[in-house]
């Protein structure tokens, strides 16, 4: 396995912008795949009834989020494992969700801290086959140092996507006054998905400035 130099990484606020925007064109046709999906979804779900679609649309989520990551970091030469390592990623949602949204419910910036510090560890997982606590570990220790400009992109991602959500605010209505069932809300499940899709890009690009490097030729020479 790659090792983490002794001392953290200075991270480039504009570099860690710009490289969560280019993943997303990296990968644009499976994040507009996954945005389809949702929004077929939106008018599929209500024709359902009240069925248990709720563990059907999170199996999906967390399906689709997967097959996120592991486009983009193949397509990065990031990817160091053939394998699906699914019940490490589903875990580590599980494992993070309840202390984030504790966080974010104090005030909130104690959730966007732990935002921050654990943004990379989806990535570590996909990547390479890391365990639930040790890529939550491995996350903690790469942005060490970097904290601040982590939850300063996380907070400005969520501001764009209000903006977004602003703006696209009136095309629920004008759907359902063309006879769409009310409960279809395809605009609205794929803005709530937007902050997601913006996150996994951010992680991605985290885990590229941050994560592990191969050192062999500077332990070498150095």
């Given amino acids: 396995m790659n090792a983490f130099p002794a001392a953290p990484r200075e991270l480039d606020f ?8 280019a993943n997303l064109r990296l990968v644009w046709w499976q994040v507009l795949s996954y945005l389809a999906v949702v ?4 008018f599929a779900v209500p024709l359902a009834g009240d069925g248990p679609t709720g563990l059907l ?7 689709g989020q ?13 990817l160091e494992t053939s394998r699906i390592h699914a019940l490490g990623f589903v875990g580590l949602a599980a494992v993070l969700f309840f202390p984030i949204m504790f966080g974010l419910a104090l005030f909130v910036l104690p959730g966007l801290f732990l935002v921050a510090r654990w943004i990379a560890a989806p990535a570590f997982i996909v990547a390479r086959g890391e365990g639930v606590f040790p890529a939550a570990r ?3 220790q790469a942005v060490r140092g ?6 300063a992109a996380v907070a400005l991602l969520f501001v764009l996507v209000s903006v977004i959500g602003g703006l696209s605010g009136g095309v629920d209505v004008t759907l359902s006054d ?18 997601p899709v913006l996150l996994f890009a951010l992680s991605c690009a985290t885990y590229d400035l941050l994560g ?3 050192n062999s030729i500077e332990e070498v020479f150095g």
């Fill in 146 to 151: 970097n904290t601040g400009k982590l939850a």
């Fill in 178 to 195: 063309l006879g769409v069932d009310r409960r279809a809300q395809p605009i609205d499940l794929i803005q709530a998905q937007l902050f």
């Fill in 57 to 63: 649309g999170l199996g999906l989520y967390l399906g």
């Fill in 138 to 140: 491995l996350s903690w």
């Fill in 212 to 214: 592990p490097r191969d």
């Fill in 66 to 78: 997967y097959w996120l990551y592991h486009s983009l970091l193949k397509a990065r030469g990031l």
């Fill in 39 to 42: 929004a077929v979804l939106a």
């Fill in 14 to 21: 504009g570099a860690l912008l710009s490289l969560t925007f």
